[in-house]
């Protein structure tokens, strides 16, 4: 194995004929691994099917779901690195009646073992009921006016999360969405458009998401 050194800082190693590796003395700030997930399925929950954490008040309509295809996992190059989140996303409702808005939200979620243990990261404080947190949640109008009942929320956010991971372990992130309102809004929708049909019209077709993570030296 070939390793360079400044001084006694090892920058680089090598074995064979592999790529280069940062090693551990690489300066703090630089970009160790990068992870990113991608998906364009459109999703669609009327009830929490016991992947996120009960959000609100025990109605079958108000819940949080987690889908694996947010799932964002990385194998420590160092130990004890920062983790860059940044997600772009979105989510949306209809509804049988008009109605003056709707209410949704995401947030962010990590396992330091890599599995599904959650535990929220960059969230806002709940002192009475912690695991109802969330990064960010807006009350959405309708997409136009008249007769239109089709509620959609553009998504995005980044946070800096500081692990305790060892290299070599790893490490796996996720996004929470949440989802509140009465009857009338019964569904959430992920990368779901109103007219949800695959014409010519600039509002056909469907939307997309993305979350990527990288692994910055401490």
Not at 32 to 58: K, R
Request: overall charge negative.
């Amino acid at each position: 194995m070939a390793t360079l050194k400044l001084n006694s800082y090892e920058l680089f190693t090598q074995s064979e004929n592999n790529k280069p590796e940062f090693g551990t003395g690489v300066p703090a700030g630089c970009m160790l691994n990068i992870e990113s997930t991608w998906f364009n399925n459109q999703l669609s929950y009327n009830t929490a099917d016991g992947t996120g954490f009960s959000s609100v008040n025990g109605s079958p309509i108000s819940f949080s779901v987690v889908p694996s295809l947010t799932y964002v996992t990385l194998t420590a190059k160092q130990s004890n690195s920062r983790y860059y989140l940044n997600f772009t996303g979105n989510i949306s409702t209809s509804t049988e009646s008009i109605l003056g808005d709707w209410i949704g939200g995401f947030g962010f979620l990590v396992d330091t073992n890599g599995g599904t243990s959650w535990q929220h990261v960059g969230a806002g404080v709940n002192v009475n009921h912690p695991s109802n947190v969330k990064y960010f949640l807006s009350r959405a109008s309708a997409t136009g006016g008249g007769n239109d009942s089709y509620y959609s929320m553009q998504l995005a956010g980044s946070f800096l999360y500081t692990s305790n991971v060892t290299a070599g372990n790893n490490i796996r992130f996720a996004i929470e969405y949440f989802h509140y309102d009465n009857g009338y809004h019964e569904y959430l929708y992920i990368n779901r458009t109103h007219a949800n049909n695959q014409s010519t019209y600039p509002y056909s077709g469907g939307l997309a998401t993305t979350f990527t993570v990288m692994e910055i030296a401490a």
